[in-house]
Nanobody, 128 residues
Framework: QVQLVESGGGLVQAGDSLRLSCLAS????????LGWFRQAPGKEREFVAA????????YYADSVKGRFTISRDNAKKTVYLQMNSLKPEDTAVYYC?????????????????????WGQGTQVTVSS
């Protein structure tokens, strides 16, 4: 079993930045991709960003492209989501999820049903 713990959420003002972290523990995976998703109140969970095992490929939702950056440190078993120029519409619970394996397409990573492990989420609130 793989455990994922998100951290770094909080309350910020529009235009501010936050960096989310997702720490993986438990069963050791030889390789895995990781995605960030979010769910706003009353809305379905949606894809935000994903990164493959090497970190050489990253994928973003159009709504966050140019503002968010996903990165990873495999030695620390941690994936980061740097969020800049935050907007009120970024307010949501942010979840990280893991898909074992090395390389998949961006389309594959954008589908939550393709992930095997999920964290509990961290709240991000952006005030206007």
């Amino acid at each position: 079993q793989v455990q994922l713990v998100e951290s770094g959420g909080g309350l910020v003002q529009a235009g501010d930045s936050l960096r989310l972290s997702c720490l993986a523990s438990g069963r050791t995976l030889s390789s895995y991709g990781l995605g960030w998703f979010r769910q706003a109140p009353g809305k379905e969970r949606e894809f935000v960003a994903a990164i493959n095992w090497s970190g050489g490929s990253t994928y973003y939702a159009d709504s966050v492209k140019g503002r968010f950056t996903i990165s990873r440190d495999n030695a620390k078993k941690t994936v980061y989501l740097q969020m800049n120029s935050l907007k009120p519409e970024d307010t949501a619970v942010y979840y990280c999820a893991v898909k074992p394996g090395s390389y998949y397409s961006g389309y594959y990573y954008s589908k939550e049903e393709n992930y095997d492990y999920w964290g509990q989420g961290t709240q991000v609130t952006v005030s206007s």
